[in-house]
C-alpha cells in the first residue's frame, strides 16, 4: 500500500513539473489561440488576426517600466532593419492615447501602439513587464521573452534575422 502511495505522489509531481515546464516555453512554436484587439493612436482598430501574414514582435509595455523604455529604442530599430521581412513591431499598454501621445519619443516612433489592451496583459497572462513575444506569418509564437537584458534583446534579433524575406 505504501507503494502505490509513493507511486501516486510521484506521477502528481511528474505532472505538475510538466505542467510547469509548459509554462514556461509557453507553447513555444504553437500557434496562438489568443486575440489581441485594441485601438491604435489614431483611434483606429488592430487585431492580430487580421495581420497575419507578417510577424508580428508584440511588447507588453508600460510608460512607467524602466526595463520597456531601455528595450524600445532597440525596437524601433528592429522595424525599420527587417521592413524587407514584413515585421510588425506592436506595444501593448493598458495606459490611455493620452499618456502615449503625451510622451513625443514614443509617439513619434514608427510603430504601432495599441492602448487601453487590459483584455490582452489578461489574455496572455502577462505578469510582469517587459514581456515580449515574437510572432510568425502564420501565427505560431517563435520567441516569448520576459523581462529585458540586452542579451535578449540579442536573441529576439538573431531570431528575427532568421525570418524569410518578403517577395516583392
Not at 506521477?11 to 489581441?36: P, Y
Not at 510608460?63 to 528592429?78: D, K, L
Not at 504601432?112 to 489574455?123: C, I, W
Request: aromatic content about 8%; charged content about 25%; overall charge neutral.
Amino acid at each position: 500500500m505504501k507503494r502505490r502511495g509513493k507511486w501516486i505522489v510521484g506521477l502528481l509531481l511528474l505532472g505538475i513539473a510538466a505542467g510547469i515546464g509548459f509554462d514556461l516555453v509557453r507553447g513555444m512554436g504553437m500557434k496562438t489561440s489568443l486575440e489581441v484587439r485594441a485601438e491604435d493612436l489614431k483611434g483606429k482598430q488592430w487585431s492580430l488576426s487580421a495581420n497575419q501574414g507578417h510577424p508580428v514582435l508584440l511588447s507588453f509595455f508600460s510608460t512607467s517600466c524602466g526595463p520597456c523604455r531601455m528595450e524600445f529604442p532597440a525596437f524601433v530599430r528592429f522595424q525599420e532593419q527587417f521592413a524587407d521581412r514584413g515585421l510588425q513591431v506592436v506595444y501593448l499598454t493598458q495606459e490611455s492615447r493620452d499618456i502615449i501621445q503625451a510622451d513625443r519619443d514614443l509617439s513619434s516612433a514608427p510603430i504601432t501602439f495599441l492602448v487601453g489592451a487590459a483584455d490582452a496583459f489578461a489574455d496572455f497572462r502577462v505578469e510582469s513587464l517587459p514581456r515580449t513575444l515574437l510572432i510568425g506569418a502564420s501565427g505560431e509564437v517563435l520567441k516569448d521573452v520576459n523581462g529585458y537584458h540586452p542579451s535578449l534583446v540579442k536573441e529576439l534579433e538573431d531570431r528575427i534575422a532568421e525570418l524569410p524575406r518578403r517577395s516583392l
